[in-house]
C-alpha cells in the first residue's frame, strides 16, 4: 500500500507474534539529518496509532517526500489511512 506519505509493506506472522515495525527513508529523499526527521515522524504516528494494530505482522514503512513537508495532524491521518487500506488496524469499539 502507498500514498503520498509513505509506502507500507505487511507481511503476516505466526499467530502470537508481536507486530514489529521498521522505518526507511532512501537517499533521495535528502542527507541523514533529512531522512532521520521523516523516519521520527513517521515512527511518531505508528506509535499514536499503537494500540489500535493488529498483531503478528512485520511491518516496513519507507517514508517519501510528503512526509517532511506536510503538518503532522494530516501526516498522522494519512498514516491511518494507509494502515487501513493494508488491513493492520483493528475496529474501534
Not at 5 to 24: D, E, I, M, S, W
Not at 36 to 61: H, M, S, T
Not at 78 to 83: S, T
Amino acid at each position: 500500500m502507498s500514498n503520498r506519505v509513505a509506502v507500507v509493506y505487511a507481511l503476516k506472522q505466526q499467530a502470537g507474534t508481536p507486530t514489529r515495525v521498521g522505518f526507511a527513508a532512501g537517499r533521495r529523499l535528502g542527507k541523514a539529518v533529512v531522512r532521520n526527521r521523516a523516519k521520527r515522524r513517521l515512527r511518531e504516528a505508528v506509535r499514536l496509532l499503537w494500540p489500535r494494530v493488529r498483531q503478528g505482522y512485520y511491518i516496513v514503512v519507507i517514508a517519501r517526500q510528503a512526509a517532511l513537508d506536510m503538518p503532522f495532524a494530516e501526516l498522522r491521518q494519512k498514516v491511518e489511512e494507509l494502515f487501513e487500506r493494508a488491513g493492520l488496524l483493528q475496529r474501534e469499539g
